[in-house]
């Protein structure tokens, strides 16, 4: 599906964001460990959590669906093997901590995913779950993935990247794997699987950057996820560049793991405030008021990073609209995503006016540039780059259009109807 994206006169109103795609994942997979049964309110509906969804299906979980916005999971049976592999779809977030979850069990289980999660590497997650004691047969440490369920033994693991990816996958072998088992990072990459594990009355013990877990059941609990702060970088950004912009962001998860972009944005003189702050299932959450501002560069760099590397894509279009020189460094993990979106991000940019830069590690973007438009935008089957282009879109001279724009359905298939709702 190509969409063409024109200009608009600014953004006004308020919405409710959909659910967080990283909370959506952990809730269904540790749901399926608790033996019970567990409710789950206001949960993603994008691809991959879907995926998720289907795999503990397929691994002998109930799914009852009770309305939109509700579901419950019936993990009474123990997990049971498939007979056909397991289809992670794009979803790195489903592969990782689904090898996690199958590396302790007492039987062999096939990882499989499309073409672009196939390119993804996974030797990241196998290399210390293998030190645990679990066997796998792989592509060069890439899908289709068989993994031998194994008796599992506890590490002490330092992680040479920051990654709530391959540090949750750890943690969910952990709980089922003799002794002690922990994680230790360069910086705190975003702790839902640490949250929810102690909603869910795991034995977890957070030290600075380390992470430790013991053995344990998860018990059955009421799982309500808040908003993904993700999905409202889209419109936080496109309030903060778009002239006379006004919106309210309902219910959305501010834990400080993930509020790296807030941070930047902030810094970069952008008025941003929450409302109505509280605690939804052990995790933070507010509703965003947002307004246009006049943006200054930013230096982005270091321990900020794994707390916004999903929203520097946008973040770099936000950046063309600030006053200066903004440096994005320490982002090299861009590169294997979805795209290499350091690759993408630059190369679609510089086609409607951007001056920025490439560089091994991020970019370097001058601003404020008036963007032009005219041209036909790639996404590169990548979500947040189609998001990116599309709030690039919205304040370029001419029009411009997106080829592939169903990729942003991956994680976010109600976008166009909000935008549209907030579009003036």
Not at 111 to 124: A, F, N, Q, V, W
Not at 265 to 276: P, R, T, W, Y
Not at 331 to 356: H, P, Y
Request: net charge neutral; hydrophobic share 40%; glycine share 6%.
């Amino acid at each position: 599906m190509d969409i063409t994206v024109n200009k608009i006169k600014s953004l006004k109103g308020t919405i409710e964001i959909p659910a967080d795609k990283s909370i959506t994942h952990r809730a269904f997979m540790f749901s399926a460990l608790t033996k019970g049964k567990c409710k789950i309110y206001n949960y993603s509906k994008g691809a991959d959590c879907t995926s998720s969804l289907n795999i503990i299906k397929q691994l002998g979980c109930e799914i009852n669906i009770i309305s939109d916005k509700e579901l419950i999971i019936d993990a009474s049976q123990a997990l049971k093997p498939s007979n056909t592999p397991l289809d992670c779809g794009n979803s790195g977030t489903t592969t990782r901590l689904m090898s996690g979850i199958l590396a302790g069990q007492n039987f062999s289980s096939s990882l499989i995913g499309d073409e672009s999660l196939s390119k993804r590497p996974m030797k990241r997650i196998i290399t210390p779950l293998e030190l645990m004691g679990a066997e796998f047969i792989h592509n060069d440490y890439k899908l289709p993935i068989e993994i031998k369920g194994n008796h599992l033994s506890g590490i002490n693991y330092i992680s040479p990247l920051a990654s709530a990816q391959v540090k949750s996958s750890i943690l969910l072998a952990g709980i089922n794997a003799d002794g002690l088992t922990s994680f230790t990072e360069p910086y705190k990459s975003r702790n839902h699987t640490e949250l929810m594990f102690s909603y869910m009355g795991a034995d977890i013990k957070t030290q600075g950057n380390t992470v430790s877990v013991s053995k344990s059941q998860l018990t059955p609990a009421e799982i309500e996820i808040p908003g993904d702060i993700s999905s409202a970088a889209f419109f936080i950004a496109a309030a903060l560049i778009i002239p006379n912009s006004d919106i309210i962001i309902k219910n959305v998860n501010i834990n400080e793991t993930r509020t790296g972009i807030i941070d930047v944005f902030k810094a970069m003189n952008g008025n941003i405030e929450f409302l109505n702050e509280r605690i939804v299932s052990n995790e933070k959450t507010a509703d965003i008021r947002v307004q246009y501002s006049s943006l200054k560069s930013a230096m982005v760099e270091g321990e900020i990073i794994p707390r916004l590397i999903d929203e520097i894509p946008v973040l770099a279009v936000a950046a063309t609209q600030a006053e200066g020189t903004t440096i994005i460094k320490d982002a090299q993990d861009l590169r294997n995503k979805e795209a290499d979106r350091i690759s993408a991000v630059t190369k679609e940019l510089k086609k409607i006016g951007a001056d920025i830069q490439e560089t091994p590690d991020g970019f370097i973007i001058n601003g404020k540039t008036d963007l032009t438009g005219n041209c036909e935008i790639e996404c590169y089957h990548d979500h947040r780059i189609a998001m990116s282009a599309h709030i690039a879109g919205l304040i370029c001279k001419k029009p411009i259009k997106i080829k592939e724009f169903q990729w942003v359905n991956i994680s976010f298939p109600e976008f166009l109807n909000l935008i549209n709702k907030l579009s003036i």
